[in-house]
């Protein structure tokens, strides 16, 4: 039996009259259960904002993408797509020529994101739920079409439905001397606009267009993309996928997740992510200051108890534990608590999204969260190193007030 945390639990589940440090125990208790409620809420929310963001970038973005380690220019060779082939784990690869272009419709005009692909990107259907109007093609009955995004068709006004009115799209030609105002300054291809796709405003200056009509716009040779996009088959691990190629390609191409690619807001979430956790871990201890209260009294009113204890052979080290887990126990009710109602509110607002974003047109209806159990024992850590602070102090004075007391008597 363990001696301190029995003699601890029948101090706090004493009948006797205590009201003041039971009232004081209940606030210590009530503190740190809503504190820990606040972080497993809080910390869900920014994985389900994390998790909301990869599930944006996969409607548009690839999951590995393959691009030169230096330069715009990634020559691809057969046996750089041989080696990929190879690996048995790849579904499709798409070839992209990505450059910034002027788009031009009637009488207005705006710089654009120019992406060529080959109809392998439209085999990986990620953009079927994100198209608001016309249809997702690049070539039919010989005719090029672009699909454009949402915010391309508000800055010039493009109907995909006027079929007669095409999309410039213009380039400077690569000469190292030229005037802007010869028109053999330019190149320039002419499309069909046939659909409108909207994902979110960091890919509302797109312009989607065919791989060939993109290449002879930009003066790229048969053999130079600008990256290679990899869709992966179900089940493969893509971290390890990407170490395998990353390998075996060499340090002349740069492999990247989405991850990788969307560095700056992963980083900034973490980092927000990171704060917010510090700032409510503050909060717990500013909540469990009470449990330094209530046991500071507790150790006073004890004292002559445990002076008896020390009559009978009791170590200081014995007494400091009983009020070490006098804490604890306070502490671990309120964080069961905590952690109970802070799964149950995140569980309700999966299922039923009780708080809403507010924004008119938002993606999502309601706030995303998302439970890990690491942020679970995160929480949980945070409470008990808390805890211990707050008790290591009366612990030790109680120890050392009663031994004084002992030896006077």
């Not at 002349?252 to 956790?277: G, H, S, W």
């Not at 690491?374 to 004075?397: E, G, H, M, R, Y």
């Amino acid at each position: 039996m363990n001696l301190p945390l029995w003699i601890a639990r029948r101090y706090f589940f004493s009948k006797r009259k205590r009201s003041f440090i039971n009232l004081i125990s209940l606030v210590s208790m009530l503190g740190v259960g809503v504190g820990t409620m606040a972080l497993v809420v809080v910390l869900s929310v920014f994985n389900g904002m994390e998790e909301l963001n990869r599930m944006i970038f996969k409607t548009f973005e690839a999951d590995l993408t393959i691009s030169p380690a230096q330069g715009k220019r990634l020559t691809v060779s057969p046996g750089l797509l041989q080696t990929i082939q190879k690996t048995g784990q790849v579904h499709l690869i798409t070839q992209v020529i990505e450059d910034n272009a002027l788009a031009r419709y009637r009488d207005g005009q705006t710089v654009v994101k120019l992406k060529g692909i080959d109809n392998s990107y439209l085999q990986r259907r990620q953009l079927d739920t994100a198209l608001v109007e016309g249809r997702l093609r690049l070539q039919e009955d010989g005719m090029a079409y672009a699909l454009v995004a949402e915010g391309v068709r508000n800055a010039l006004l493009i109907s995909p439905e006027d079929p007669l009115t095409l999309l410039e799209l213009w380039y400077p030609q690569n000469r190292k001397s030229y005037t802007v105002l010869s028109a053999d300054a330019f190149n320039r291809a002419d499309l069909a606009v046939s659909g409108v796709f909207f994902i979110e405003d960091n890919f509302n200056d797109y312009v989607l267009a065919p791989l060939n009509v993109v290449r002879e716009l930009v003066g790229y040779e048969q053999n130079q993309l600008s990256s290679l996009e990899l869709q992966i088959k179900a089940g493969v691990e893509i971290a390890q996928l990407k170490k395998t190629l990353q390998q075996q390609l060499g340090g002349t191409v740069v492999i990247k997740d989405r991850d990788d690619l969307n560095p700056d807001l992963f980083r900034a979430i973490r980092v927000e992510k990171l704060f917010v956790t510090v700032t409510l871990a503050f909060l717990v201890l500013v909540a469990s200051i009470n449990i330094f209260f209530s046991l500071s009294m507790l150790a006073i009113e004890k004292k002559d108890d445990v002076a008896i204890l020390y009559a009978m052979g009791a170590s200081p080290s014995l007494v400091r534990r009983i009020f070490l887990f006098e804490g604890s126990i306070v502490a671990f009710i309120g964080a069961i608590v905590g952690l109970v109602l802070g799964i149950v509110l995140c569980l309700l607002q999966q299922r039923f999204g009780f708080v809403s974003m507010g924004i008119e047109g938002s993606l999502i209806d309601a706030y995303p969260v998302k439970l890990q159990a690491n942020d679970l024992i995160i929480t949980t850590f945070i409470v008990i190193t808390v805890t211990i602070v707050v008790s290591w102090f009366p612990a030790q004075k109680a120890a050392a007030v009663s031994k004084a007391v002992d030896s006077v008597q």
